[in-house]
């Protein structure tokens, strides 16, 4: 069977590094775009997975997975690629670069005339979370985040990304932001270091990882204290949705009127589902089918939007959020409702938390549920709305977080027929405070589509 072969040119400012360097020895690894592959009988699809680690996206038909035995080093990335796929049907799509060559971006995998079943190849189910032993801070395995500092030498880059076994793709073309990303285990605080002493970068920091807050039942509490459902006529979809970025939405609400879209950051090609509850919970009370006790039942009806952003153990990451950003921003939201939090302070989820804020976005974020005093971010950055918690009685939820970067407390205990890691009942906590509040927020906006800003201070008396 022939190869056939098309080339496509997307547009997108990239950094390209041109220089020659030695693959090291593994079934298949990118240095520099050259390719190095030691495969005997490997199938395919395991083969590519690694291509797809070092930032290329693969998209490949689910049947074709034959067998591969290559041997090579040192290639040029088409021509190895092209080697390993002989006698398949296969495309590339390159990204134009700042300078330089085209930079490889995808590798598209095809039965002749079905393109469009090609779908893309996942590394694995969930992200590659790892912990600091030091700091405690969770980060995905092998990638840092960086803006470039343009005043280095593309040598000085370029020996680093071949001592790492490295490759760099671009993360946010608005904000310059890029990862690096290593196929070795390599110590990324060493990497940091090295990346801060040489001058690289502008920037640089692991791609940290949060995780989704936890929303805990409580029992004790009246279910019909002030919670109702809704039933009445659903919103008419509208530039005024809220973005709930959060573990997703579960397949029985997925056709729900209020739900005006959805996206899987984590697998785009996918649709949405929620095996862990929280993020159908916050949509559900973003949108006003459930009012949490202490508001006034059918206060707001707003449309929704649902990202998964947060994969099935819990955990998000700076780029992935910076992806459900770009998702929220492209497609009507006007308030991102992020019921969660972590201790870790990040200079990229600060910034894309700033850019959604400076495009119009109303960015609210929960205080935490762990009466600290202590920041929590994103909750507490200067562009964001830190929401904590008000009890059944409208006195301050005891294990509400608390402190200085607290803008305001909203009711945080609702009846809900979807249960988080567990059974529909009642659950507490800043979570709900904070998709009440975002809904309540879009409701104004609605109604008062000239806003221009919203002050904290007055939010509770929105109407």
Excluded at 365 to 380: F, I, K, M, R
């Amino acid at each position: 069977m022939l190869c056939h072969k098309k080339i496509l040119l997307i547009i997108v400012f990239f950094i390209v590094l041109p220089v020659i360097s030695v693959c090291r020895a593994a079934s298949l690894t990118i240095v520099n775009d050259r390719l190095c592959v030691a495969a005997e009988n490997t199938p395919l699809q395991d083969l590519l997975k690694q291509a797809a680690m070092a930032g290329i996206k693969i998209r490949i038909d689910p049947e074709i997975n034959p067998l591969i035995s290559k041997e090579f080093s040192n290639k040029e990335i088409q021509d190895g690629f092209d080697e390993i796929l002989a006698g398949l049907n296969h495309s590339y799509i390159w990204t134009k670069a700042l300078y330089g060559e085209p930079k490889l971006s995808e590798v598209i995998v095809f039965r002749p005339g079905k393109t469009e079943s090609a779908r893309t190849l996942r590394t694995s189910k969930n992200l590659d979370i790892v912990q600091d032993p030091k700091t405690g801070a969770y980060y995905v395995q092998n990638r840092i985040l960086l803006t470039f500092n343009r005043q280095v030498s593309t040598s000085k880059v370029n020996k680093l990304i071949e001592d790492l076994s490295a490759r760099i793709t671009l993360v946010n073309a608005h904000l310059g932001i890029y990862a690096l990303i290593s196929q070795d285990n390599a110590d990324l605080n060493e990497v940091l270091a090295r990346l801060k002493q040489e001058g690289i970068a502008g920037t640089a920091e692991p791609d940290y990882a949060y995780r989704a807050d936890s929303t805990p039942r409580v029992a004790g509490v009246s279910e019909s204290a002030g919670t109702q459902t809704q039933s009445d006529t659903p919103p008419v979809p509208s530039s005024f949705a809220v973005a709930v970025l959060d573990t997703g939405l579960m397949e029985t609400y997925r056709s729900q009127g209020y739900i005006q879209g959805s996206f899987d950051a984590l697998n785009p090609e996918s649709s949405i589902s929620d095996n862990v509850g929280h993020g159908t919970q916050m949509a559900l009370i973003a949108s006003g089918q459930v009012s949490p006790m202490g508001a006034e039942p059918d206060e707001f009806s707003n449309p929704v939007l649902s990202v998964r952003a947060f994969d099935d153990n819990g955990f998000t990451s700076t780029s992935t959020l910076m992806s459900s950003i770009e998702y929220a921003l492209a497609n009507g939201a006007k308030v991102l409702s992020l019921s969660w939090g972590s201790e870790t302070d990040s200079a990229f989820l600060e910034k894309a938390v700033n850019y959604a804020a400076s495009k119009g976005l109303v960015v609210v974020a929960a205080a935490g549920n762990s009466p600290t005093g202590d920041p929590v971010y994103p909750a507490a950055y200067e562009s964001v709305i830190a929401v904590s918690a008000l009890g059944p009685d409208g006195k301050a939820w005891e294990m509400s977080n608390y402190g200085d970067f607290v803008d305001l407390a909203a009711p945080g205990f609702a009846s809900l027929p979807v249960g988080s890691k567990g059974d529909p009942g009642t659950y507490a906590g800043t979570s709900i405070s904070t998709a009440y509040l975002a809904g309540k927020i879009a409701d104004y906006l609605r109604k008062h589509p000239g806003t221009k800003t919203i002050n904290a201070a007055e939010l509770m008396n929105l109407d």
